[in-house]
């Protein structure tokens, strides 16, 4: 298990390990801001290039495997993992601050997602369809796209890699993958366990580096086919700006800022531990973390009282303490925004609530906070904040309920808390989100299950799911005249 070594980060490219001796910089535990993590280099455009490079050469090798073949790759990959899931999920809970039994599950869904994908080498990729004519097949099928490139976030340092590389590979296109930086040793080490699969070189590289150097690299000079993106709504649209000028297949999942509604028949005894969980699990750091709390008024007094009982169990700790509720948030840059909106808060909003802080440590802690006291229009209700800060509103009636819900240009995840099957059902077809959800936490999704959201927070794809594979390949339509 790692725990103290000092790592470097390493440029993988064709199936060879490059050193890489540009800028960087060093990288401290979020938990302990004293300890270091390791040395963090960067891939220079040229190694970013010769990456691509390399996938365009493995792809031409990967592309002509059967279905059955490049799913054995993905059944030893996830092998690996599980091997290593301890020692990943102790790495990552390091470098990016996720408490530790949060990301030993986050492993595990890992490599649940590379079986899941594995299975698809054996499945139909494609339909008959029915000729006009006589004595002709006609049938369609799914081809690869080609060179794929994958950018993803540090919240999901396991997961979210997993579930962008496991579709791209099984479609048969090669991937050329550039971490966050919060996630780069991560990275680092799950290329090093991948690379136990035995993949075709030039199939799966991985590169290190700033979005605006190595992602403007690979969009605007890299002969890639594809990318799939998961990060902010700014970085996200110049990303479909660059793609759609070069014919780039694009995928961009984007800002959030999801609502949980509660109405006056919920049991609030089981709703306000999923409130909670929702929004303050790896610090409200989750694409689909609970932000906003839409209560309606006649529970309102008794909703307040009970959370406030609830939130003075929350205790912050140490990402590595196995009985951390929540850690730190990721970063300097991080608790420096955060705690913009927690000062915010304090002058603009009133306080509900705050949960503890247990840490003998120098840390990016940031107390957990529920507010209210603002109305729709205000930047707390308004703006991604990405943190643990919820803000709490009241609505006369479902129906304000839902149109607050909907009061928000982004549209990923909403929750509804209520034993009134008509209202339930009611949200379910009028919450403008991607995913939507009755008594249960905004927060997650099954990994069988399509993951993407609607409006501002998505580029109308799915993640995940059979729905993964749609954006991964292209339908080729084939007709054979048998007789003539």
Not at 20 to 26: P, V
Not at 124 to 133: E, K, Y
Not at 310 to 321: E, G, Y
């Amino acid at each position: 298990m790692i725990t103290k070594t000092n790592l470097v980060t390493k440029n993988f490219a064709g199936g060879k390990w490059q050193e890489l001796q540009g800028t960087g910089k060093i990288v401290y535990n979020p938990s302990n801001i004293n300890e270091k993590v390791g040395d963090m280099y960067f891939s220079t455009p040229e190694q970013v290039l010769h990456a691509v490079s390399e996938a365009q050469v493995g792809f031409n090798t990967w592309r002509k495997q059967t279905g059955i073949e490049r799913a054995n790759y993905l059944y030893k990959m996830a092998d690996e993992l599980e091997k290593a899931k301890e020692e990943i999920a102790n790495l990552a809970s390091r470098e990016m601050g996720k408490p530790i039994s949060e990301m030993l599950g986050e492993v595990i869904r890992g490599v649940n997602l590379l079986h899941y994908y594995a299975a698809e080498g054996v499945r139909s990729n494609g339909q008959l369809v029915p000729a006009s004519d006589q004595h002709v097949l006609q049938y369609s099928k799914r081809v690869p796209l080609g060179v794929v490139a994958i950018i993803t976030p540090w919240n999901f340092p396991v997961a979210i890699p997993i579930w962008k590389i496991a579709p791209a590979l099984i479609c048969g296109n090669s991937v050329v993958w550039k971490p966050a930086e919060n996630s780069a040793f991560t990275a680092t080490r799950l290329m090093e366990i991948f690379q136990k699969a035995d993949l075709p070189k030039g199939v799966l590289n991985l590169v290190i580096g700033e979005g605006r150097v190595i992602g403007n690299t690979l969009l605007e000079e890299g002969e890639i086919n594809a990318v799939s993106f998961t990060g902010s709504t700014l970085t996200g649209t110049h990303i479909a700006s660059l793609s759609a000028k070069r014919n780039i297949k694009f995928q961009t999942e984007m800002g959030k800022k999801n609502a949980a509604v509660i109405l006056k028949d919920a049991d609030l005894e089981k709703t306000i531990p999923m409130i909670l969980s929702g929004a303050f699990r790896s610090a409200g750091q989750k694409c689909t973390a609970t932000s906003r709390i839409i209560v309606e008024k006649e529970i309102y007094p008794d909703f307040i009282i009970a959370l406030r009982e609830a939130m003075s169990t929350i205790i912050v700790k140490d990402a590595l303490d196995t009985n951390s509720y929540i850690g730190p948030v990721a970063s300097n840059s991080q608790y420096e925004t955060i705690s913009e909106y927690v000062d915010l808060a304090r002058k603009e909003a009133e306080v509900i609530a705050e949960g503890k802080l247990e840490t003998i440590n120098e840390g990016y802690y940031i107390r957990p906070i529920v507010v209210s006291g603002v109305g729709p229009q205000h930047k707390l209700f308004k703006e991604e904040i990405f943190g643990p800060i919820a803000v709490v509103l009241q609505a006369e009636d479902f129906y304000e309920a839902v149109e607050l819900c909907n009061q928000s240009e982004f549209g990923l995840s909403a929750s509804i808390f209520t034993n009134n099957m008509e209202k339930a059902l009611l949200f379910l077809e009028t919450a403008e989100v991607g995913m939507v959800r009755v008594n249960q936490e905004t927060a997650g999704v099954e990994y069988q299950a399509p993951f993407g959201g609607m409006k501002w927070s998505s580029s109308h794809t799915r993640e995940q799911g059979q729905s993964a594979l749609d954006f991964y390949s292209q339908v080729k339509t084939c007709a054979i005249k048998y007789s003539f």
